[in-house]
């Protein structure tokens, strides 16, 4: 694998570590948790013991205090274990949903809640997606009203990862109304913070899925759910500016998800095809294999530069929106391509739902669809253009 020039020393003891942990708790069970549906809390417990947790958070409360491409190490190296369920179990909690309190949180939030999410002791969810809104956040539905002391919140979400097994919930809902118009509807949308347990707050369902087997996904319902008032997580009003800052965090971690997975199927797949024999010799024998194979690691390695540089602008706290929308779009579409050629080369073998490959393909297919559809991502890149 060709490495990256963002890459030193500390990294690489981090991806180590990483491996180990994975190829030691995860590779082994992982079939089991499919079945199970959820990746058992106590591995959770010790990826938080581990400090995998808290790699960009404060030292104050228990992080590394690193930066982006250190985050995006571990998003990547993470991300070439063959369970997307586990994988996306982590990033969601790492970078999705937890990023939402370490950004907006008041010191009295961050007291109470960050050094137990960097534990591992509570597990975290981010409440976006609705029935009819998914990619358009600014047709949101879910209402807060304030009510005295509390809020009160009335809506339903779907989609959402860790809805079942999470402690602590970040829902956006609309504080203020609009007038209609494209721009307007961005404006009056907030953010709180939910605890599981609270009246009014409710799984719905929990979501069968083709991929991600051992990820919980859920329906979350609110019906006049009543939160404390210092629940409010940000400014009032200003929650769809947190969603749009977190976006850009969400979506290098699901392209290093991306990466990763074309990685691991391509090693897979290379090693497959040098040992299984056919017309007289190995399938790497077969140029349009052996060729079609080269391309496809070449796609991939600059993809994964441009993933790190992606990542460097975000830690140098540029405006990336730009690049990282094209990478999105990018590694979304190129992460389903090498998988459908794996699992080709992998015959019968990658139909079966005991192999590796066959877990990954139907895992990576979200991938062009999670936190920002090929299309939406295209048509920010394209409004940037014409700007």
Known sequence: MAESVYIVPEHEALREQLRRFVAKEVEPFGAQWEKDGCVPREVLRKMGALGFFGITYPEAYGGAGADALTNLVFAETLSESTFGGFIVTVLVHTDMASPHLANAGSKAQLERYLRKVIRGELITAVGITEPDAGSDVAGLRTRARRDGDAWVLDGTKMFITNGVHADLYFIAARTAAHSGTDAARSHGLSMFIVEKGTPGFRIGRALDKTGWLCSDTAELVFEDCRIPAQNLLGEENRGFYALMQNFQTER???????????????????????????????????????????????????????????????????????????????????????????????????????????????????????????????????????A
């Open 252 to 386: 290098i971690a699901l392209s290093a998800m991306a990466v990763g997975h074309a990685s691991r199927a391509l090693r897979l797949t290379l090693d497959y095809v040098l040992q299984r024999k056919a017309f007289g010799g190995v399938l790497f024998d077969k140029q349009a294999i052996r060729q079609r194979l080269a391309m496809l690691e070449a796609k991939n390695q600059a993809a994964r530069q441009f993933l790190y540089h992606c990542a460097w602008l975000a830690a140098q706290k540029r405006d990336c929106v730009r690049e990282v929308s094209m990478l999105k779009a990018l590694t979304g579409e190129l992460v389903n391509e090498v998988m459908y050629a794996c699992q080709q080369f992998h015959g019968g073998a990658g139909y079966m739902r005991d192999s590796a490959i066959e877990r990954l393909t139907r895992d990576a297919r979200v991938l062009a669809i999670g936190g920002g559809a090929t299309e939406v991502m295209l048509e920010e890149v394209a409004k940037r253009f014409a």
